[in-house]
């Protein structure tokens, strides 16, 4: 074991150490960031370094930025929705408005819990001589079942315990990814060896596949519906911390993946971080199938939860969670028998962008009823618009 693997394992242990400390884990604010955290770094940091680094190259961390920008844009017009309803209701428009984003948010939850568990049976199974598609799919199946039946039995409750358990393993082993790229991007710099690959795509192609990746920084609108456990200040503070900490992760990734490899070592299938990562540090392929076990786990158990609670509201109760998580789970078992990973993520930005396209919508409807600038009214315009095109033209990776 060379003395980077050493450093990686030890940022991981001090990253680990710290979030069990009882003055950030029991924190409010820190268990309020917990839920979008777990859905935004869900599995962005897995497939979004390779993808972006074989379509965009030396463009990479461009690409990253404007795609988190757009997050933030959407982040900010739901954030104003959020404290705008705590302060008066929607009117009726807002009211008709905000039921249409609540069920098209159902349908993306049930195809983003099938993107996370496709990708967490991928990563389950890529090490071991079983690595086949059959036996991933038969992975997904198993940890469907599993959620389900915790979250039938136990509840919300269960579900974000094992959340924030699972959140801060990734985030440790992210810390130690980082500290590896960080070493071995400084390496490449010391030798002048820095690469600069041309960008595969360019153009309308190279924004529509921007759009189709929307899905992979999607997670932060959670927040919206957990009024039952924290007040809207605390719920819009969460959010803007959840998407400054996963944007700054992201920076930081993109810029270290961007310039240490050459073309032909970049792949573009689920599991190509391991492969790549095997180039920098050992232990590091070992790790990252760690961080996509945790990763994908949390990131379905958020948006379980969040989907449980959202069917019992749209239906005043009639449907109950634990009915919401069946059929979630019927639903992504389908999915995953039927559709591979890039066609569900595909599917689920295209959902997500619809949610988005509507909350911007709405954000415009209460700026106007709370008599806030034109401005303000147009920025959210705007935001609607892009989330319209990304729910149009995003494409999945090829």
Not at 183 to 194: H, I
């Amino acid at each position: 074991m060379g003395l980077e693997d050493f450093a990686i394992l030890a940022a991981s242990l001090a990253v680990a150490g710290l979030l069990v400390w009882p003055r950030i884990s029991n924190a409010p604010l820190w268990r309020a960031t917990i839920t979008p955290l777990a859905s935004i770094i869900g599995s962005g940091f897995l497939v979004l370094g390779p993808i972006l680094s074989q379509s965009y190259g030396q463009w990479t961390p461009v690409a990253m930025a404007l795609l988190c920008a757009l997050a933030y844009a959407i982040g900010s017009a739901i954030r104003f929705n959020i404290a705008a309803l705590d302060h008066g209701d929607h009117g009726r428009t807002g009211a008709m408005m905000e039921q249409a984003a609540s069920w098209v948010l159902a349908f993306a939850y049930v195809v983003s819990v099938a993107y996370y568990l496709n990708l967490l049976g991928s990563f389950a199974v890529s090490l071991t001589p079983w690595d086949t598609d059959i036996a991933a799919r038969g992975v997904t199946s198993a940890v469907f079942v599993v959620i389900l039946v915790v979250g039938w039995t136990k509840g919300f409750a269960a579900l974000e315990r094992m959340e924030e358990l699972s959140v801060g393993l990734k985030l440790a082993i992210i810390a130690g990814l980082l500290v590896g790229l960080g070493w071995f991007f400084a390496q490449k710099v010391g030798a002048g060896a820095l690469i600069f690959n041309p960008a595969q795509r360019t153009g309308l192609g190279a924004a529509t596949l921007l759009f189709g990746l929307v899905v992979t920084v999607q997670g932060f609108e959670t927040s919206r519906y957990l009024g039952r456990n924290y007040d809207a200040a605390l719920r819009v503070r969460s959010m803007r911390l959840a998407q400054w900490l996963s944007t700054g992760i992201y920076m930081v990734y993109a810029v270290l993946m961007a310039y240490v490899f050459e073309a032909d070592q970049i792949e573009t299938s689920e599991t190509a971080i391991i492969g790549m990562m095997a180039f920098v540090a050992p232990v590091l392929p070992f790790m990252l199938v760690g961080a996509a076990l945790a990763a994908q786990f949390s990131a379905a158990v958020a948006d379980t939860s969040g989907s449980g609670g959202l069917i019992a509201e749209l239906t005043k109760g009639r449907v109950s969670q634990r009915t919401g998580y069946a059929v979630l789970v019927l639903c992504g078992l389908a999915l995953t028998w039927t559709l591979d990973v890039f066609e569900i993520i595909s599917w689920a930005s295209r959902a997500f962008a619809g949610y988005y396209m509507i909350q911007g919508f709405i954000a415009v409807v209460l700026a106007r009823r709370h008599g806030r600038p034109t401005a303000v009214m147009a920025y959210f315009a705007l935001v609607a618009a892009l989330a319209a095109l990304a729910m149009v033209f995003g494409q999945a990776v090829e």
